[in-house]
């Protein structure tokens, strides 16, 4: 008798010091900042080798209703294909398996699951190597240690990856920040006010980077380029395919070719090439010749702009369609006008008409006219200031939904 206590002694030594043990390693590792795969490893041996599981799986929460398999040892095919949910969610504590109508659950015989205020983390399916085995003490034993084992080994795990997630979310932001900084780069810094005309542009987008274009390209003394673009999607893809637009404009310019039909064609061919017909850009060009005070202008699928006097009001809509729609535009139409003194243009991109207030009703077209007539005096770049106060107002708190610019132009 004295013999067995001591017997029961040395056993219950021997499982204490392994289980402090375990934990140091896993705990070492994970104060080294060992890696995922490292962890598993660990994890899978302490289970495998040392207490003597040959088959077992580990679910672990991504969201409320996604559940990912961490880790599997000895399973194959079908038996991974479970719904959590439905299968495993029922389990609040630590579960023999006698019988069950699942068939997965049939294939293991405990189920061990993780909770964090009230909240389940994972669920570890065990399987025991013999019947034999299912009835030892040590196994039930055992069971609040892998408990409390697998707790440790998801927690640090699950903060490895958020980790790795936030750095990978600050590479993007970083990214994203130099984008936008060279996106900047790309709009003209200087705009004129003199006596021929008061430029100012304003943009705001909804994100980094943005879809909204605009330049104003001197072509000598007395004529200038005047135009804005939206580029159809945002983000990323559609600042860099503007970029591409923009350069492929600027370079027309350089050789020379003023004709705002062969402009729009060729233009319409680069989105094409650039964009396989999943983008599209929205665009108005205006050439506008100080001496004869002839505007010429396109207009291809974009919001109309506005040239008014401060009372008269036209909306230049001739053109063709948007860039990129079709391989070949079926039309081009020119529009021409000729200004009088004291003519204010207001070109804008959609998200200036289309925003939206709490009441669901959009700013819209009346309310920008509007607000240009209500205080026409103005200089351009306190006209567009005033506009993006109104949008502000009109909007409240509630986020931008768009990428959003003015472009206005006076002319004297």
């Known amino acids: ?32 900042n060992s890696g995922v795969d490292r962890l598993r490893e660990i994890y899978s041996f302490i289970l495998k080798e040392q207490l003597g599981f040959s088959r077992f799986i580990l679910f672990t929460r991504q969201d409320e209703n996604q559940w990912d398999l961490l880790i599997k040892k000895g399973v194959r095919g079908k038996l991974l294909d479970i719904d959590v949910q439905q299968e495993l969610a029922r389990f609040r504590e630590i579960t023999f398996i006698a019988s069950s109508s699942s068939e997965v ?6 189920v061990v699951p993780v909770f964090h205020k009230e909240m389940p983390l994972a669920y570890l399916l065990l399987k025991v190597n013999t019947p034999i085995d299912f009835y030892q003490e040590d196994t039930h034993n055992n069971l609040g240690f892998i408990q409390t084992l697998t707790n440790i080994i998801v927690v640090a795990i699950e903060n490895k990856l958020m980790a790795k997630q936030r750095v990978i979310q600050e590479r993007i932001k970083k990214e994203l920040e130099v984008a936008s900084e060279m996106q900047k780069l790309l709009f003209p810094s200087d ?16 994100h980094e980077v943005g879809g909204d274009y605009y330049d104003f390209i001197p072509l000598g003394n007395n004529e200038f380029i005047m135009c804005i673009g939206d580029v159809s999607g945002k983000g990323i893809g559609a600042a860099m395919l503007m970029a591409n637009f923009q350069a492929t404009l600027r370079t027309l310019f350089i050789y020379q070719r003023y004709d705002l039909e062969f402009l729009v064609t060729e233009l319409n061919e680069k989105v094409m090439e650039s964009a396989k017909g999943e983008k599209f850009i929205t665009f108005f060009i205006a050439h506008f010749n100080a001496e004869t005070r002839l505007l010429k202008y396109v207009n291809a699928g974009h919001n109309h702009p506005i040239l008014t006097t401060g009372k008269e009001v036209t909306m230049l809509k001739e053109g063709t369609i948007g860039l990129g729609m079709l391989d070949e535009l079926p039309f081009i139409n020119i529009g021409e006008v000729t200004l009088k003194p004291n003519t ?19 700013f819209g077209l009346e309310r ?7 205080f026409y005096p103005l200089s351009m770049e ?24 003015v472009f206005a132009c006076r002319f004297f």
């Open 344 to 362: 204010t243009l207001i070109s804008y991109t959609d998200g200036v008409v289309e925003l939206e207030n709490r009441e669901e009703t959009q």
């Open 368 to 374: 920008l006219i509007k607000t240009v007539h209500s």
């Open 1 to 32: 008798m004295y013999d067995k206590r001591i017997n029961d002694l040395e056993i219950q030594l021997f499982q204490k010091e392994f289980k402090l043990n375990s934990l140091l390693e896993i705990t070492t590792a994970i104060n080294a």
């Open 191 to 206: 705009l004129p006010s003199n006596k021929q005309m008061d430029i100012s542009a304003k943009y705001i987008p909804r």
């Open 382 to 405: 306190d006209m567009n200031n005033l506009i993006f106060s109104k949008l502000d107002e009109w909007r409240g708190e509630l986020p931008l939904v768009d990428d959003t610019a």
């Open 105 to 110: 659950l049939r294939t293991f015989d405990i």
